[in-house]
């Protein structure tokens, strides 16, 4: 085994270690169940650590990540995630959370072929064709990466709205909201976009759903 690969295992002990220095309980008491009151919808990029950056414990935020914190409506994993967080744990917020440089957002920029991950890479140009005017109108380069990045992250979380499984949960009177933010990597702040959704009634009425 390589020198990173022990390390990472006696990184794993020491911090047992501590966890029951502090709580005798500690894992006894994570074993017994979960009940978080917030779903991450976040990157896959290794800098972006969801329970770090709110200072949350284990047991309190329930994850799912992919390239570009993207809401697929065909993804079946993102939607049994979410099924799971608001039908089972009864989550009160989904925060897609989405962050400055990201890669995928970048590549969907551009036209250079990566391999199979161009196929979701897809779902992101597809977020770009719905407002090229605007971003095609920003010249500088960098504005318009981070204004992408910040507009990739509000379209997600208008395509959460869209499921059934949250409108069903509003429906039903659930207390659900769902909110965008955006992480700086160069300064460890999330900037909350102000798309907070509480009820359909944003959505455009063809995916407002009847029950």
């Known amino acids: 085994m390589d020198d990173f690969y022990k390390k990472i295992l006696e990184n794993n002990k020491e911090w047992v270690e ?12 994570l074993a017994k169940g979960q009940t978080p009151p917030l779903l991450w919808i976040g990157c ?14 284990p047991g309190e ?3 799912h990540r992919n390239i570009a914190n993207m809401v697929v409506h065909s993804d079946m994993n993102m939607l049994s995630v979410l099924d799971y967080a608001v039908n089972v744990l009864k989550v ?9 440089g990201c890669g995928g957002v970048k590549a969907a920029m551009g036209n250079q072929s990566i391999g199979i991950i161009d196929n979701w890479i897809r ?21 318009r990466f981070n204004t992408f990045v910040e507009i990739n ?3 997600q979380v208008f395509d959460l709205a869209k499921t059934s499984i949250v409108q069903t949960a509003w429906k039903l009177g659930q207390e659900l909201t769902l909110h965008g933010w955006v992480y700086g990597l160069n300064s460890g702040f999330v900037t909350d976009l102000n798309v907070n959704l509480s009820s359909n009634i944003e959505l455009d009425e063809v995916y407002q759903l009847n029950f």
């Open 18 to 29: 501590k966890a029951l220095e502090k709580d005798p309980n500690y894992f006894a008491d």
């Open 44 to 57: 896959s990029d290794s800098r972006v650590p969801a329970n770090e950056i709110i200072g949350a414990k």
């Open 61 to 63: 935020v329930f994850v």
């Open 92 to 100: 009160k917020h989904v925060i897609v959370c989405g962050h400055y």
């Open 123 to 143: 779902h992101i140009k597809d977020v770009y064709r719905l407002h090229n005017a605007y971003l095609d109108s920003i010249y500088d380069e960098t504005i």
């Open 153 to 155: 992250v509000k379209e």
